[in-house]
C-alpha cells in the first residue's frame, strides 16, 4: 500500500502561527481591522481573513482609515516612519512583526549607533529588508559575494542578515568584505525555520517518488522548496487541496508532503486527506510535522 509521509519540519513557522493567531482573536471585536498588505504569502488564509472582515490595505491609504480601527503589521516588520503615521491617523497599531525580525531591527540600530557601517545581507526590495534599512539609516543591502565590492570601508562594517538567507551567502559576504581588509562584526540574524523546512524537505524528496509542496506561488521560501524537491524527484507545487491529481501518484509508493513557512498546518491536513483519499494511501506518523523556530 503507497504511503504519505509528511516532512518532519513544514508549514506555519512560529512568527506566522503568532500573527495569526493575534489577527484570529481579534476578529470579531468591535473595531474595523486592516492588514498592511497580504498578511502571508498563502492566498487561501488571506481571503479566509478578508471573508472574516480583515481588509488589505497598502501604505498609501493609512490616513484614509477610520480612527480606532486595527492596523496590524505584517511579519516583516516595517520601517518606523509607518507606525508613527498610524498613531497620528489614531489608529491602533497590531505590530504581528515576527520577533526575530525585531532582533535583526535592534542589531542594526545597535551597529549604527556604535559608528558602524550597517551592512544588510538580503534582497534589495524586500519588504522585510526595507523595514530593516528604516532602522539603520545609511545602511547597504549586499545580495550577493559580488555585490560586496561596492560596499564603502570608511568605517568598521557591522553587518546583519534577513532572517530567510542561506548561510552560504552569509559566509561569502564575509569572506569577501574581510578579503579587503574590513573590520566585520557579525550579527547572524538567520531564522532556522527556513532551513530546517528546505534540509526535512531535501530528506524526504531524496525517499519519495513523488513530491507535494503546499504554499503561495507569491511565497519565496515555498518556490525554493519546490526548487529543492525537484533536484530529487518528481515535484507538484500548488496552492490548495483542489489542484491534486491522481494521475500525479500512480505507481508512487511513497508520496512526500511539505509546505512553506506561510502554510497553516489545516491546509497540510487538507492535501494529506485528500491525497489518502484518491489513493488509498496511509499517513506515516513522523515525530514532528509542525513545528516553528
Ligand atoms: Fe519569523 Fe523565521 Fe517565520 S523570522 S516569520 S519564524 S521564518
Not at 46 to 54: K, N
Not at 194 to 215: D, F, K, P, W, Y
Request: hydrophobic residues 40%; proline residues 4%.
Amino acid at each position: 500500500m503507497p504511503k504519505i509521509e509528511v516532512a518532519s519540519h513544514a508549514g506555519a513557522c512560529f512568527g506566522v502561527g503568532r500573527a495569526l493567531e493575534r489577527v484570529e482573536k481579534i476578529l470579531d471585536g468591535p473595531a474595523a481591522v486592516h492588514t498592511l498588505g497580504p498578511l502571508i504569502h498563502n492566498p487561501a488564509t488571506v481571503e479566509s481573513l478578508e471573508r472574516r472582515g480583515a481588509t488589505v490595505v497598502d501604505e498609501s491609504s493609512i490616513e484614509d482609515l477610520h480612527p480606532g480601527d486595527v492596523l496590524v503589521l505584517r511579519t516583516h516588520g516595517v520601517v518606523p516612519q509607518v507606525v508613527n503615521r498610524a498613531k497620528a491617523a489614531h489608529l491602533q497599531v497590531l505590530d504581528a512583526t515576527c520577533p526575530y525580525v525585531k532582533k535583526v531591527h535592534h542589531a542594526a540600530q545597535r551597529l549604527a549607533a556604535s559608528g558602524r557601517q550597517v551592512v544588510v545581507v538580503g534582497e534589495a526590495g524586500h519588504p522585510e529588508v526595507d523595514g530593516i534599512l528604516g532602522h539603520a539609516p545609511g545602511a547597504c543591502v549586499v545580495g550577493s559575494a559580488e555585490d560586496a565590492a561596492a560596499v564603502p570601508l570608511e568605517r568598521p562594517i557591522g553587518l546583519v542578515v534577513q532572517t530567510t538567507q542561506n548561510r552560504q551567502l552569509l559566509e561569502a559576504v564575509v569572506a569577501a568584505l574581510k578579503g579587503r581588509g574590513a573590520n566585520v562584526e557579525v550579527c547572524d540574524t538567520i531564522c532556522e525555520a527556513t532551513s530546517e523546512r528546505q534540509q526535512a524537505a531535501r530528506e524526504l524528496a531524496a525517499r519519495a517518488n513523488t513530491m507535494v509542496v503546499i504554499g503561495g506561488r507569491n511565497s519565496a521560501n515555498t518556490t525554493r522548496l519546490a526548487e529543492i524537491c525537484a533536484a530529487h524527484t518528481a515535484t507538484h507545487h500548488i496552492e490548495d487541496a483542489q489542484e491534486l491529481d491522481p494521475a500525479w501518484f500512480s505507481g508512487a509508493e511513497l508520496i512526500g508532503i511539505t509546505a512553506g513557512a506561510s502554510t497553516p498546518s489545516s491546509q497540510i491536513k487538507q492535501v494529506v486527506e485528500t491525497v489518502a483519499q484518491m489513493t488509498g494511501a496511509q499517513e506515516v506518523e513522523t515525530e514532528s510535522q509542525v513545528s516553528g523556530t
